[in-house]
Every structure is written in C-alpha cells, then in structure tokens.
C-alpha cells in the first residue's frame, strides 16, 4: 500500500520540515510565471521575481532529495529558460529536455487588422465574410468532442487593416517541455551512488517502446534475409542462419526525448511520409511495473509493413471520465472562469468566453493525462520509491504514483485544487482496497 502525505500550504514552509536525502524523485508541474488565464498562482510580477521564487523552492526540493535523485519539471518555451536557470543556479544538473507533442493547442494570438481598425474607430464597417473553421479539436470545440466549430470572419475596413491583414502576434501552441534534472551524485561513481541510496540513473527499460506481438524488430529483419544465407547481428557480425546470432535481445525501442499525443502523430506522418522496414508492429510503451500504458487513438493508425515519424511513445489527451472520476460529489465548472487577460484571435479577451461546453469537477486549467504522468513517474523513481510534486494542482502525479505503487508527498497551496487531489488520490486508494 502507498504512503501518501498531502499538504494544503504554501510548499516552501513545508518542504523546509522535511528531512534531508528523503524524497526518490521530483515530478513537478510548477507555474509557468505569465499570469496565465489571469490566474493568482501564476502571478509573480515579473519573470525576475518568478525566478527568485523558484530558486527558493527548488534548493529545499534539492535538499529533501537524496543524492543522485532526478526529477522531472515542466515548463513552456516561453519561460523555460528561467525555470532551467533556477534549477540549475541551486545545484541540479540538467540532464534532458523531454518535449511533449500536442495538436490541440489554440493560438491566442491578437488579429492585428481588427485591433486597427479598432483603434482607428472604423471595427462596425467591417463587413461580414462567412465563418472561418476552426481546427476540429480547439478551446471552443473541446478536445474531447472533436467537434468543429466557425467563428465569424470579417473583412478589414481602413487601409492600414487591409495591409496588415493575416498578421498576428503569437504562435499556436504544441509543445510543452519536461526538464529532466539530476541532484549531484554523493559517491564516487553512478554504481556506488545507486548501491548507497538507491537512486542514481533512469529506469531505461521500464519506458522502453516495445512491439505489440513481442518480436523486436532486429529479428524480423533477420527473417527477410534468407536469400544469402548471412544476417547482420546487432553487433555487425556476419553469422550462418540457424546458428546462434547473438545473445542480445532487443527488448523495445530506447525511450527518447520525445512524447506524442495521437494527433501529433497523425500529423507527423502525414508530413514524414512513409519509412519502411518498421514490419508488422504496432508499439505501445511498457512498463515494469505493471503491464503497458495504452496508446488509446493511436492504435486505429495503420503502421502495417510500414509506418510514419510517430514511432515514439504516444498519450492521448485527457478524457472527462478521466478529469472527473472520484469528484462526483464536488459541484461541475468551467476551468475557464475568473479567468481574464488573455487575448484571442479575433481580438476579444477570454473573460466573454468563460462558458465551457463540457464543465467539470476537476476545473483546473491544466489537467495531465495519467499515462504521461505513469509514464513519467516511472522513468525517474525506483521500485517502492516516494515521489515529491510540491505543486500539486488537482492531484494526477499523485493519482498516477499511487496506481504505480510509489509513494507520494503533494503539496497544492490552493484550497479548491487541494480539495479536488485530496478526492481523487483516495478515490484511488478505495480502489486499491476493494
């Protein structure tokens, strides 16, 4: 049965009661320091004192953690380098940078032809030109019905609006990192650090992409080549077909630095084209831990014989029954409410658009999926370690440990998320009893 310790404070007075060289692993989702959706736990001011804030919070995250440990912290590219800057100005060592793939983001980009016509005081002569469709998974259609959804369009009324027609000021968004760090090792060596603590290097073959019928791939590339008689072995060595090739075993593809969702995929092979000689395997990602983390979507793609870019380890968005399971006694709302600030693409602020189609209990802005956090968890915590996330939210790296085994430390400063992890991390243990 997993430990679990939840906190509704501020995590810096609660990590600082915590012992030194205690904690296996870090997986953190903290703030991002934009303000975002006009939210309080994301207001620092400035990205100075953002990174001033963060500093202070990490050396107690790097103190508690034992030597060796790693750790998983998200950022956007926008703010990334200030998120890195802070844990690597209190002693971490920045290993990777795992970037997660998505296709859903929405653009909040201000239309520069509006807003001049806005300020030039002409927006009512704009005349109406149809409805511009919207991609089929956006904030307006929810990711999760598919639906796709028009907002109207409109031509622009002044000169300078027509000559800047088309021009915005942001990117669409479609990654998020995860920067895998590392506390110094306390020993001479890896070995000797993991022998001591128990903590020390990354779970390799527990994340590993592995294919679905458990043939790997080096070996039906054997198979194909019966015309000369002569394979390759995995270490270039001509042998005899029928005699011993080789005592290696492929036991899945190496995990990367790379994570998917099943609509980057599509796009990506849509882009890629086809690669050959990936033979008859459909990949799932599997875990030592407890049989494989589905792929959802993805495994309706068609990779027979053949296959596209996508062959890295895939999770699916995160679905309502998901969002919500355990919080039925908890009231439904939109995670876009209170929120305010941030500018659409056809020059409104988010605040008029608070309705969400599809409100739920879990109404924080940024629920993970429990895959990406399984998956995660399993890649930088040793068997019956105890994972840290000091900045809890609605509780999926806790869900996620606790469904994998690990132990878990939580600490959410905000009392309605807090309520929300609290339901859902026991809705787990419930489970587990039963």
């Not at 600082?16 to 934009?34: E, H, M, Q, R």
């Not at 975002?36 to 001011?45: L, S, V």
């Not at 380098?81 to 929405?106: C, M, P, Q, Y």
């Not at 399971?325 to 608070?354: A, H, I, M, Q, Y």
């Amino acid at each position: 049965m997993s430990k679990v310790e939840i906190f509704n404070d501020d995590c810096l007075p609660i990590l600082k009661t915590f012992p030194s060289n205690s904690v296996d692993s870090l997986v953190t989702d903290p703030p991002a320091g934009i303000n975002f959706m006009g939210k309080g736990w994301d207001d620092y001011g400035s990205l100075d004192h953002f990174q001033y804030k963060m500093r202070k919070i990490f050396s107690e995250c790097l103190r508690v953690m034992k030597p060796g440990a790693h750790g998983l912290v998200w950022a956007i590219p926008r703010t990334s380098h200030h998120t890195a800057n802070a844990l690597e100005k209190v002693g971490f060592e920045i290993r990777d940078v795992i970037t997660h793939l998505f296709g859903s983001g929405f653009p909040k980009s201000l239309d520069i032809s509006k807003a001049l016509d806005k300020s030039l005081g002409v927006e009512d002569k704009r005349e109406f030109a149809g409805y511009k469709t919207q991609g089929a998974k956006s904030i307006f259609a929810d990711s999760i019905t598919g639906r796709k959804t028009s907002l109207p369009a409109s031509l622009p009324a002044s000169l300078p609006a027509k000559q800047w027609q088309g021009w915005g000021t942001a990117l669409k968004p479609a990654c998020e990192f995860w920067i895998l760090i590392r506390k110094p090792i306390s020993e001479s060596t890896v070995a000797n650090n993991v022998l001591k603590h128990g903590v020390g290097g990354i779970n390799v073959d527990g994340c590993r992409i592995e294919y679905e019928d458990g043939i790997n791939f080096q070996q039906q590339q054997q198979q194909q080549q019966h015309a000369n008689g002569v394979v390759k072995t995995a270490f270039g060595a001509d042998k005899l077909i029928g005699k011993s090739i080789s005592k290696f075993k492929q036991v899945g593809r190496f995990p990367a630095n790379l994570i998917l969702d099943e609509e980057a995929a599509e796009m990506l092979d849509e882009q890629s084209g086809v690669l050959k000689n990936l033979g008859q395997h459909k990949q799932k990602a599997s875990s030592i831990y407890g049989g494989k983390f589905e792929k959802s979507k993805s495994e309706n793609l068609d990779r027979s014989e053949q296959g596209g870019a996508s062959r890295f380890f895939y999770c699916a968005k995160i679905s309502p029954g998901e969002r919500g399971e355990g919080l039925s006694e908890l009231p439904e709302k939109s995670r876009f409410e209170n929120s305010k600030g941030s500018d659409l693409s056809d020059g409104k602020v988010r605040e008029k658009f608070t309705t969400n189609p599809n409100p739920n209990p879990n109404y924080h802005p940024t629920v993970k999926p429990k895959k990406l956090m399984k998956y995660l968890i399993t890649l930088v915590t040793p068997p019956n370690g105890t994972v840290l996330d000091c900045f809890m939210g609605s509780g999926t790296t806790g869900v996620s440990a606790v469904e994998l085994g690990f132990n878990f430390i939580g600490i959410e400063r905000e009392k309605d998320y807090f309520l929300i992890s609290k339901k859902r991390i026991e809705h787990v243990q419930n489970k587990n009893k039963a």
